[in-house]
């Protein structure tokens, strides 16, 4: 499925994996993400961060993942077509994306710096093939 210190996150219909892999040890290392279609781990990058991890794949094969830039902020991308696309965060929080559906939409959780588990943000944004933003709809609560 994956290298060694490797973990699935998701699976779609086709059987397509995507989790991540620790470059060490599990938790404290920098992580890849990976994509199994039952050929091989295709590496997914780091978009030039310094880790990534894949969270998602929809029935098309579009890939949801959370990268970490060298700033330590965590964003999110899609990897469709070979190619990984920013598609950034819920603006002014700690953002992390859960899933994807076969539309496109993805979800994220975000929280106000500080404040895990605390004051935060739900977002469901469209995010078209190329990975551009389509719309978006964020509700807060604290």
Not at 103 to 118: K, L
Not at 119 to 140: E, L, N, Q
């Amino acid at each position: 499925m994956g290298p060694a210190n490797s973990y699935a996150n998701a699976i779609n219909q086709a059987g397509v994996v995507v989790g991540n892999y620790y470059l060490g040890a599990p938790g404290i290392s920098p992580s890849r993400g990976f994509i199994n279609r039952g050929k091989g781990v295709v590496t997914l990058g780091k978009l030039g961060g310094a880790s990534s991890k894949a969270v998602a794949v929809n029935d098309k094969g579009q890939v949801l993942g959370n990268w970490t830039t060298r700033n330590g902020q965590q964003r999110g991308f899609i990897y469709y077509r070979r190619k990984p696309r920013d598609i950034g965060t819920v603006p002014g929080r700690v953002t992390s994306y859960t899933g994807i559906n076969n539309a496109g939409y993805v979800t994220a959780i975000g929280s106000a710096a500080g404040f895990p588990g605390g004051c935060g943000a739900t977002c469901v944004r469209r995010v078209d093939s190329s990975g551009t933003s389509a719309s978006s709809h964020s509700g807060s609560r604290c």
